[in-house]
């Protein structure tokens, strides 16, 4: 038996692997492990079948024409070396585009290894999926806590009241909130007797299961969330409790918040305003109350007012970092103490080059990549970089950027499939399977509901001459740093592990504050650079060994020893030491999230009532990305435009027969499913289809093509304050297609 995190989404569940050979011969949730016990999802079932998916690339592909063909790596790099040096040298960094795919983050590659790239490439022109997802909670509490990446997280296993706005766990196994099982913990809450309320516009598997369901119009969730400060306020009912004296700006919020009363934005959200009030006073009246809203508040254009209200609600009821409430994690890579405190966080310290769309931590909106590719002039982008991304399936206008790929000078993928984006590459370069690297999640331990960690070493050997993807990333960063392909690694690899030792030995409040970085170094364990740099985080971290001072503390040694992974305790309190603003308290508002709120006020009188499409996560689709694993694909085609019975016989829609939908970027023809689980004026498409295109190698997806959710979508509105693109609530036409 072996034992290893599943690598799929954000739950990390523990996996119990049985294997012949080589081969993972059958797949079970890990009941030994100290976070899922023994939860698993169909597609950590489907581990096995993706990994053994006789469509992954083995080895790296060079393009001629429309004809691909396999090559060694060395001549591999020496492709990307020849396409991109002429076009930096003639050209600029900036002509030289990267997109940041989401399995980035569900690597140690990546997670290790993609700074140290952007670093390498210098360029401006540096998108990711961010921009299509989550970057709206990054800008919000960039402004409240002065740190991007402090997310207050639901504290499920104690909550009394859990709130969720536009999040849909029971199929994504919930996001920013790292929690396996996360349909049995919350009934667990409701067993004890606590409430939970689902907003969405859709009757989602996770709204069906709520004690209260409630509809709302899409892209009206900023409305929603201001009534319910306006009541708060209004009823007397503000208490910061625990938190008073650590947050600023409570009497702005309150003059804000006047004109959002609940009646002004009834109509606009779809919801009565004795219902805005009853949800605000029962948020304010439980014991402990969690507030989450995820992509239904975050993919939409007040993407970062509501990202930033649905913390302001949690705060003036006393709900944010408190048992039950929504808490700031502490990973075990983490410091105790972040240097740092005192910057607060500004955006646009440079603009995009033909919208002047702001840069948002040193990212641009995805939304603008095919204006920096089509645009003729200096600093447009001439060469792509894709790294775990599929922004043909994934991002706005989909159509629009399908075009400006092809008409890319050079393309370089780093990417096991030849799939919608890849097939624009002149080079791609796969990496290895999961089961030949190992596996730690900086990313999502950061968002856990309990402090927790779990490394999962490489089950399998390295192939020889086969780079792992730290490997290939590193050897892409020599490229653009102008040191060429051939560079040493392990010279790379040791600056980088000097470099983290000092960082740690160099700040005060660091357990190994002053010590002699080659004394450190001679301790470190680990058999690769990925494990070596994991084995510095941990021991300097959180609950480290402090090499040395502390003999019981975490290290790598204790993480391997414990397969089944490591509890570290329920989420504690942590403001104000977390805060990293200037005032070193929680900024209730800030002047870039005021200076948002007339155009809120003023959308208000133009809310419409037509027909817009939102999206839908499926259980057995992680993106765009797992529809080539048979066992994931079997029973009814999935991709299907969803029609209320109403909107249906106005618009004479049968079920099973095709409608057209249009939006102002593109058309899509999609078989209907007349069902009342979407509210009337509302139709969902599920994203991440569209496999019909020529090019491609993924024998199950093109059986199962559906059609591309992005086409729609309108690359050309964004949420001004994050850069975030708008997927959810997209004006469209729909009709039979007769
Ligand atoms: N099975 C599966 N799991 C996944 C993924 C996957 O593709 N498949 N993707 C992973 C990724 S990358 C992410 S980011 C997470 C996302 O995790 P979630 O956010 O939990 O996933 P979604 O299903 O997109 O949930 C968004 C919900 O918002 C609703 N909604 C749409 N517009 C609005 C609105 O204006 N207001 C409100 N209140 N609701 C609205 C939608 O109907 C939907 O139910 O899931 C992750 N997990
Ligand atoms: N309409 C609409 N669009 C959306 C969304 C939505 O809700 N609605 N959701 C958005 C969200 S939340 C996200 S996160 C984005 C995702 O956007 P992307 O990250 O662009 O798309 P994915 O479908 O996740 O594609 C992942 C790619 O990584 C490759 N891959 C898989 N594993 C690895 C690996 O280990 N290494 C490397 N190098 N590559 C790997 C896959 O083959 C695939 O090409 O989509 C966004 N797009
Ligand atoms: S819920 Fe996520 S982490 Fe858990 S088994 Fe499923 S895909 Fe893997
Ligand atoms: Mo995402």
């Given amino acids: 038996m072996a034992y290893r995190t599943c690598p799929l989404c954000e739950a990390t569940c523990g996996l ?19 976070f899922s016990r023994g939860f698993i999802c169909p597609k950590g079932a489907a581990f096995g079948e993706l990994v053994a998916d006789p469509d992954r690339l083995t080895r790296p592909m060079v393009r001629d024409g429309s004809a691909w063909r396999e090559v060694e790596w060395p001549e591999a790099f020496a492709a990307v070396q020849a396409g991109l040096a002429p076009i930096i040298e003639q050209h600029g960094r900036d002509a030289v585009a990267v997109y940041i795919g989401n399995p980035t983050v569900h690597t140690m590659a990546g997670t290790q290894f993609i700074v140290p790239l952007l670093k390498a490439l210098m360029t401006r022109n540096n998108f990711s999926a961010a921009s299509v997802d989550q970057i709206p909670k990054h800008v919000s509490c960039g402004y409240m806590y002065g740190d991007v990446l402090a997310f207050p997280i639901p504290d499920l296993d104690r909550t009394d009241h859990l709130l969720i706005l536009g999040a849909n766990p029971w199929e994504s196994n919930g996001s920013l909130c790292t929690a396996p099982d996360f349909r049995g913990r919350v009934k667990a809450m409701q067993r004890r007797g606590g409430k939970f309320v689902v907003v969405d516009p859709r009757r989602t598997r996770t709204a069906a299961e709520a004690d209260e369901y409630i509809p709302i119009r899409p892209g009206a969730d900023a409305w929603l969330l201001f009534a319910m400060v306006n009541t708060l306020f209004a009823e007397g009912l503000v208490n910061l409790r625990h938190l008073e004296g650590h947050v600023n700006g409570v009497d702005e919020v309150r003059r804000l918040a006047v004109d959002f009363t609940p009646e002004r934005v009834a109509g606009a959200c779809g919801i009565p305003a004795d219902t805005i009030r009853r949800l ?9 109350a969690a507030v989450y809203g995820r992509i239904g508040t975050s ?3 007040f993407g970062t007012l509501a990202s930033w209200l649905v ?3 949690a705060i003036l009821t006393g709900n944010l970092d408190r048992a039950g409430g929504t808490m700031f994690t502490l990973a075990a890579h983490r410091p105790v103490h972040k240097p740092g405190r005192g910057n607060d966080f500004v955006i646009g310290r440079w603009a995009s080059r033909v919208r002047s769309l702001p840069e948002v931590f040193g990212q641009l909106p995805v939304a603008t990549l095919a204006d920096e590719i089509e645009t003729p002039g200096e600093g447009q982008v001439r060469a792509l970089l894709t790294i775990a991304g599929n922004p043909v399936l994934s991002t706005p206008n989909a159509g629009r950027l399908d075009g400006a790929l092809a008409s890319l000078e050079f393309m370089v993928s780093v990417d096991p499939y030849l799939n919608e984006t890849t097939r624009h590459a002149n080079v791609i370069l796969p990496p290895t399977d999961p089961m030949r690297v190992g596996h730690f999640d900086f990313a ?3 968002n856990a509901i309990r402090n927790y960690a779990a490394y999962s070493p490489p089950l399998l050997p390295a192939e020889p001459g086969r780079p792992d993807e730290t490997e290939i990333l590193t050897r892409l960063a020599h490229i653009a740093a102008g040191q060429g392909p051939e560079a040493d690694l392990e010279a790379t690899y040791e600056a980088m592990l000097m470099h983290a030792l000092r960082q740690r030995a160099g700040y005060a409040e660091s357990p190994v504050f002053g010590r002699d970085p080659d004394e450190l170094r001679a301790m470190v364990d680990g058999d690769t650079i990925n494990e070596r740099l994991l084995d510095v985080s941990l021991r300097t971290g959180a609950y480290g060994d402090g090499f040395g001072a502390n003999a019981d503390g975490l290290s790598l040694a204790k993480l391997k020893a414990n397969p089944h992974g490591v509890d570290l305790g329920a989420l504690q309190p942590r403001v104000p030491d977390n805060l990293l603003t200037a005032s070193g308290k929680i900024e209730l508002v800030t002047p870039p999230l005021a200076d948002d709120v007339p155009r809120l006020l003023a959308r208000l009188d133009g809310a419409g009532n037509g027909m817009v499409l939102i999206g839908r996560r499926q259980l057995r689709s992680n993106n765009s990305w797992m529809h080539n694993v048979p066992m994931l694909m ?7 435009l969803q029609v209320h019975p109403d909107d249906a016989s106005r618009l004479d829609l049968t079920d099973g027969e095709q409608a057209r939908v249009t939006s102002r970027a593109g058309e899509v023809v999609a078989p209907v499913e007349v069902t009342d689980d979407v509210m009337r004026g509302v139709v969902s498409l599920p994203h991440g289809w569209g496999h019909g295109v020529d090019g491609t190698r993924m024998a199950v997806a093109s059986e199962h093509p559906g059609v591309n959710f992005n086409t729609l979508a309108d690359e050309t509105v964004v949420d001004p304050l994050s850069g975030n693109a708008v997927l959810q609530g997209i004006p469209v036409k729909v009709s039979a297609l007769s």
């Fill in 311 to 313: 913390d302001v609600v």
């Fill in 444 to 446: 999502f331990l950061d």
């Fill in 16 to 34: 119990e692997l049985t294997m012949e050979g080589e081969a993972i011969t059958r797949v079970r949730g890990d009941a030994d492990h100290v």
């Fill in 299 to 301: 993919q939409v254009e």
């Fill in 280 to 288: 605000a006073r029962e948020v304010a009246a439980a014991p402990s």
């Fill in 634 to 640: 079997t029973g009814k085609e999935r991709c299907t």
